[in-house]
């Protein structure tokens, strides 16, 4: 079986990095700051993405002004990676020692997650990872159809992990079945309509889930 996560909202907890460095952004570009559960709305797109319904009414340059100063707001706070959340390290090595395959799909960029993965020595942990600068941002399912292709295997083999819905409508784009926990960006009223296996607001009851389910 392979386990696809997202990563922010899911593993890490940065939600509250991600909404303070994009209200820096945009007050260093000298636009609105926006409230923080507007921002919790667009996370999980890609940057490009989340600057189009984040300010739909700024030309191109204007948007490209916060996006650029939002990497900088981001590098400079993601020195020291955000924590896991409860239970996901110990989750994550149990997975492993039970030979789940395991990838990661992505709004961040690939530079990002490079170097978060690299920080926190995590590599070994995934066997493929998808982000949203280098494929289709999310909810479009190619991101998902090219790790099963990478993986070698099936929709049907297959479980998406991930806190909004846009995790769990890519997963339904792409006929995979999905998980979706409680403690991230989206309340999990948003994510119940899609019909996941299992809802949860603790990781460690995934990991027993699935162990038991598919070992």
């Known amino acids: 079986m392979l386990l696809i996560?997202?990563?922010?909202?899911?593993?890490?907890?940065?939600?509250?990095?991600?909404?303070?460095?994009?209200?820096?952004?945009?007050?260093?570009?000298?636009?609105?700051?926006l409230e923080d559960h507007v921002i919790c709305n667009i996370i999980g797109l890609g940057l490009p993405e989340a600057m189009e319904r984040l300010y739909p009414d700024l030309n191109v340059d204007e948007k490209e002004q916060i996006r650029l100063h939002y990497v900088e707001h981001f590098l400079?706070?993601?020195?020291?990676?955000?924590?896991?959340?409860?239970?996901?390290?110990?989750?994550?090595?149990?997975?492993?020692?039970?030979?789940?395959?395991?990838?990661?799909?992505?709004?961040?960029?690939?530079?990002?997650?490079?170097?978060?993965?690299?920080?926190?020595?995590?590599?070994?942990?995934?066997?493929?990872?998808?982000c949203a600068d280098e494929t289709h941002s999310k909810p479009h399912p190619l991101m998902l159809e090219e790790l099963l292709s990478e993986m070698n295997t099936t929709a049907d083999k297959a479980i998406m992990v991930g806190d909004t819905e846009y995790d769990m409508e890519m997963a339904q784009n792409a006929n995979v079945h999905s998980v979706a926990v409680s403690y991230g960006a989206h309340h999990i009223d948003r994510l119940k309509p899609y019909n996941p296996l299992l809802c949860t607001s603790d990781f460690a009851q995934f990991v027993d889930w699935a162990i038991n389910r598919y070992r």
């Open 5 to 33: 996560f997202d990563w922010d909202g899911t593993l890490s907890d940065s939600t509250s990095k991600i909404v303070t460095c994009l209200q820096k952004a945009a007050e260093t570009a000298g636009f609105p700051i």
């Open 76 to 130: 400079a706070a993601d020195q020291t990676p955000s924590p896991f959340f409860s239970g996901v390290m110990d989750g994550l090595q149990r997975l492993r020692a039970a030979s789940f395959t395991m990838a990661v799909a992505t709004g961040k960029s690939r530079r990002g997650l490079d170097r978060v993965l690299d920080k926190l020595d995590m590599r070994g942990y995934f066997d493929a990872s998808r």
